[in-house]
């Protein structure tokens, strides 16, 4: 089974920055895209930023300008480059993995990883 291994996560004050990663077990063959997802306690969890399998870009509108979605194919590994935080980007951070196979959509979530913007 692929396995998602999120890391750097933690507490930063407002206007810092953070660098998270998600890396791969393995090579996921198929792999069409890859997403950045938060959850805030209480709330929804929301889509953050989104690559696709040809580097093009997504971000929600609460990020864009801030955060960096990137891929570094040859360690398996996606980033989330958070800069100018905020106190509501308090939330655990999800990559999910999006794979194609047959035709058929899979998808495989990271375990997460706490970010906490103090005031």
């Known amino acids: 089974q692929v396995q998602l291994v999120e890391s750097g996560g933690g507490l930063v004050q407002g206007g810092g920055s953070l660098r998270l990663s998600c890396a791969a077990s393995?090579?996921?063959?198929?792999?069409?895209?890859m997403n950045w997802y938060r959850q805030a306690p209480g709330k929804e969890r929301e889509l953050v930023a989104a690559?696709?399998?040809?580097?093009?870009?997504n971000y929600a509108d609460s990020v864009r300008g801030r955060f960096t979605i990137s891929r570094d194919n040859a360690k398996n590994t996606v980033f989330l480059q958070m800069n100018n935080l905020k106190s509501e980007d308090t939330a655990v951070y999800y990559c999910?993995?999006?794979?194609?196979?047959?035709?058929?959509?899979?998808?495989?979530w990271g375990q997460g990883t706490r970010v906490t913007v103090s005031s």
């Open positions: 999910r993995a999006l794979v194609m196979v047959s035709g058929i959509e899979h998808q495989y």
């Open positions: 393995r090579t996921i063959f198929g792999l069409t895209a």
């Open positions: 690559i696709n399998s040809g580097g093009f870009t």
